[in-house]
């Protein structure tokens, strides 16, 4: 019994944020990766690359596609800011996911150059 009324003691005295400040820490967290990621980003005028398609090449530009992904990201961060659980921890988990992916793309275009 003792041991019980000690563990309780010990986790009131602790101090955990709060769900507020969890999600501040979070949205800043993101948004410091989004700023990392745009500021790695190559020349979105660099020369365009033709690519097969549906039966005839087009044109695609990997530095544009990876800008406009990124502002993809950053609507969403503004989305998420006016959302409500438990849509809001999903967008979140999405965000995370595209950053991931960005980060990725973003180390194995610098790799490659």
């Known amino acids: ?9 010990h986790a009131e005295e602790q101090q955990y944020p709060t769900d507020a400040l969890r999600k501040e820490l ?3 967290e ?3 990766r989004l700023q990392n990621i745009s500021g790695c980003l190559p020349n ?5 690359e033709l690519v097969p398609g549906n039966g005839a090449a087009h044109a695609f530009n990997p530095a544009l596609d990876l800008r406009v992904k ?3 990201v ?3 961060l503004r989305l998420v800011k006016h959302v409500q659980a438990p849509a809001r921890e999903r967008i979140l988990l999405t965000i995370n ?4 992916q ?4 973003v180390n194995h275009k610098s790799h490659a150059a």
Do not use: R, Y
């Open 74 to 76: 950053q609507w969403m």
């Open 30 to 32: 993101l948004e410091g």
């Open 26 to 28: 979070c949205m800043d």
């Open 102 to 105: 960005l980060e990725e793309a």
């Open 1 to 9: 019994m003792g041991i019980k009324t000690e563990f309780k003691h």
């Open 70 to 72: 990124v502002e993809a």
């Open 44 to 48: 979105p005028n660099a020369d365009s």
């Open 97 to 100: 996911n595209s950053l991931e």
